[in-house]
């Protein structure tokens, strides 16, 4: 990471080839999490087959998993048929945002060459890219284990050798992004 400046309506963020490499993949994994069920599902071509899934109260996230059950959590804590009726009423437009908001992320990273030129985060775009930055650490912490600060700090002194250790590191760093990002809103 090198520079964080705004120019104009623009927000400029230069990257290392690794970092906009890195990025990258993590936001096309988070996109994944969020299409996976969906193309299983098999309504990815037909739309009409996607609205009725939605209507007969179909899961397409897969729920079992714990990233997804942060990132759409129960709205009614006591009462699972309420927030059952609530995901089915509400999770499909949720996820679509958040795809969308995604390709916003990525189509920026694509139309830049990392190292070379800074990735332009439009200030329009903003908050696209602040959901997502936000939803990529927020999964890395539930992988992680994170639901405390006593966690972070835990993982903050793990040896180097420990895989999780530069997880943890890659978690910070999207916190770095998104702090000199704010910064300059």
Known sequence: MRDFKRSGPTILMTLTDYEATLLESLVEQFAGLLEADEQDAGAVDDPFARWQAELDGEEVLDRSDPVIRRLFPDAYASDPEASQEFRRLTQARQRTERLGQTEVVLSALRDCEAGTHPVQVRVIEFDA????????RLSLAVRLGI??????????????????????????????????LLGLS
Do not use: F, G, H, M
């Open 147 to 180: 639901e405390t600060a006593d966690d972070a700090e835990e993982l903050d002194a793990l040896p180097e050798d420990d895989p999780r250790s530069y997880i943890y590191r890659v978690y910070e760093w999207i916190a770095y992004l998104t702090e000199n």
């Open 129 to 136: 890219w602040l959901k997502t930055l936000t939803a990529v």
